[in-house]
């Protein structure tokens, strides 16, 4: 028997395996393009490699590769549970119900096993990041939660690249921002080519105000990343929302046009449907005309990845996206069937949307107020949910309510204020 990388015991005698295997789940972490290649290869040279078909299956999933998917799955149900070890059976056990899409039963069973197991990083990546499970729980309180599960596990990874990643990410969400500096730094001084680190590291430029450096920063790393990697939709929104900060209308269309939109995108189709209609409502709403074939685009793209409601940050942006294209049959549909604990603040903001749509904005600010409690539940990170305290201050505004918009963003997001790209709001 052999060990990956953060010593998990894996019941394989072939070195071919497990190097593909470490080689694998390394790219899987820093979501750089190849890892399906590298665990293709490792389950190639051993067919019962527990990890890399739980691998290979979870990259599947979160990629939308249904048939790699179910491939992996069957692999899974033929293996010999006698010959893996406590550790490999653990994995599998714990993985099984995400990869079943039951996300939030998975969540006690994954942390059971990694009482036993905590370096087991495919297992502990599950929760991890603002996407994760406990991301998208639709819980009250899942950002401290967040913050909770990586300080668990932090006494048993030390300085390792990818952990600090996520570990940061989760103090940043919490407004730990100084801790969370220290930490990313810590992170991309070893992996300078993680998507992860990246990302995370552009996420502390916004949370900070650091329109420029943050611009600069992600501009550059983003010339060596491949479009097939798993982040470049989503590091391209970055790019391209700041390039609306800074005034350059030109370059958020090219961005989103050339990386972003779903006829030119290559990602996870959640990041494509957010990032798009994100992208539009804020340029909208900072008074860039955005033509309706754009939000058409985006409304039937919603439809077609996500036609039933149930994950409730890909449903808050399809309302959007419908509700801009002025399709009130899709958006009424996820207003009557929103479902799960965040199913009420959908409802919230897909009413909100639509009345924000129709121009009825005491309406609207009355919809997103409900929201305004506690919109974390719905999933995404503090940067991606600015969009609805933006489109918040954006109803307050057509009603006539500058003082309590302005109120609003100082007592909430007073790091955007100066920054806030909303029509009428003066700096």
Known sequence: ????????????????????YAAGLDRFLAALPGADADLDRAVAADPGLAHGHLARARLAQMTGRAAVLRESLDALAALDRRSLTEGERGAIDALLPV??????AAIPGIRAHLANHPRDALVAQSCMSVFGLIGFSGQPGREAEQLAYTSWLAPHYGDDWWFLSMHAFAQMECGQLAPAAETIARSV???????NGAHVKAHLHYETGETAAGLAYLDAWRADYDRSGQL???????????????GDAGRMWAVLDADIRPAAAWGPAINVLTDTA?????????????????????????????????????DAHAALAHAMAGDGAALARIVAEASGPAGAMVRALAEG???????????????????????????????QRDLIEHAMVAALLRDGRAGEARRLLAMRRPVTLQRCLVAGLEA
């Open 1 to 20: 028997m052999l060990d990956d990388q953060y010593g998990n015991r894996l019941s394989t005698g072939s070195a071919e395996a497990r190097d593909a």
């Open 99 to 104: 990869l079943a899409g039951k996300g939030a």
């Open 189 to 195: 001084a070893q992996r300078p080519d993680s998507a």
């Open 232 to 246: 470049h939709c989503h590091v391209s929104w970055h790019v391209a929302l700041w390039a609306l900060e800074t």
């Open 278 to 314: 994100a992208l539009l409502a804020r340029a909208e709403m900072a008074g860039v005309a955005v033509p309706r074939e754009r939000w058409a685009e985006v409304s039937a793209y919603a439809q077609e990845k996500f036609p039933r409601p149930g994950i409730a940050f890909a």
């Open 353 to 383: 949307f639509g009345a924000l749509a129709a121009g009825r904005w005491a309406e609207a600010a009355a919809h997103l107020a409900e929201a305004m409690v506690d919109h974390a539940r719905i999933g995404g990170s503090r940067a």
